[in-house]
């Protein structure tokens, strides 16, 4: 009867020979590095020996931490400030890039550049341009808008404020994409009867446009919420491995590293910091998946 039919007899578990390989990767890189973190988050461990179980220690440690509250302070303020920006700037871009005018692809070429540069390249680019002998200053100087360097990168304000920057300019292009996506699912039909009942650019743009890519929006607003709690390299290479003065524009994974970094890393406290940057993701996350459950129907 195979024969005839063309059927092959497969054991049960032969799909799963095909899954081991990616099953395996997974649960050595993803699976068992969480669950140890879970572990030594419990534990006094140290980079060099073992640790003894301490329970809820490290956890009540950070919660007293004037460092956590600031790092943490700091990453909130971060999604709070580029979240938006990352939503609706890649939004208004991939609308002017849809129209097809002469030398549009050189400008869509050149909005997504910053996207596949390196982030520790992009921000030592940066670096160069915002340090007090650096272009920006120069050209205030220049032409008279200052007197003295405006402080980007020694001040802990300014350079959490220069950090976000980056972040917004390196990602407009990589978001922009997914909007371009969600643009050409747009029916022409509703603006072309939109047109015809004298709405202009603006009122279709807030009236058809956004509704249409409404659900876009809020997956955009999510994936850059959980990179924003992520940010480290923009901070590390604009304000050096202190997290600029004092440490004020330090990060939790930022505050995570200089923890868990060196001879005497405290591996236990930043297992626990670790987790308690995972949980505020998720909170993050699952508010997203909500909202865009809701905006889904």
């Keep these: 009867m195979e024969a005839d039919t063309g059927l092959v007899h497969r054991r049960w578990w032969t799909p799963y020979l095909f ?24 534990t006094d461990a140290r980079i060099l ?27 909130v303020l971060y999604l709070l400030v580029v979240v938006p920006c990352l939503v609706l700037l890649p939004l208004a871009l991939a609308v002017l890039v849809r129209e097809e005018v002469p030398g549009i692809g050189f400008f869509r070429s050149a909005f997504y550049t910053p996207v596949i540069a390196s982030a520790v390249v992009v921000g030592l680019i940066w670096q160069w341009v915002l340090r007090s002998d650096g272009l920006v200053n120069t050209v205030f100087r220049a032409i008279g808008v200052i007197s003295e360097p405006v402080p980007f990168l020694t001040d802990s304000t300014l ?9 917004v ?12 996506a969600a643009l050409g699912n747009v029916p022409a039909s509703l603006h072309e ?10 009122r279709r743009f807030f009236s058809i446009t956004v509704p249409q890519v409404k659900p876009m929006m809020l997956l955009v ?15 590390y290479i604009l304000g050096g491995e202190s997290g600029g003065p004092g440490g004020g524009a330090r990060t939790l994974p930022f505050l995570i590293r200089q923890v868990g970094l060196g001879f005497a890393g405290e591996t236990g406290y930043a297992c626990a910091l670790s987790i308690l940057l995972f949980l505020l993701t998720l909170a993050f996350s699952l508010l997203g998946h909500r909202l865009t459950k809701g905006g889904a129907t």
């Design 159 to 167: 350079l959490l404020v220069s950090a976000m920057f980056v972040t």
């Design 49 to 75: 020996r073992g640790g003894s179980f301490v329970g809820f220690d490290n956890y009540t440690r950070a919660l007293g931490d004037p460092d956590f509250w600031t790092a943490a302070g700091n990453s």
């Design 19 to 42: 899954l081991a390989p990616g099953l395996v990767t997974a649960a050595l890189f993803g699976i068992w590095p969480f669950l140890n973190t879970v572990v030594l988050s419990f």
């Design 221 to 235: 607003g999510t994936l850059s919420a959980i990179s924003a709690l992520r940010v480290f390299t923009e901070i």
């Design 193 to 202: 009867a939109a047109a015809l009942d004298g709405a202009g650019p603006v």
């Design 169 to 180: 300019w390196k990602g407009l292009g990589y978001y922009m994409v997914f909007y371009l």
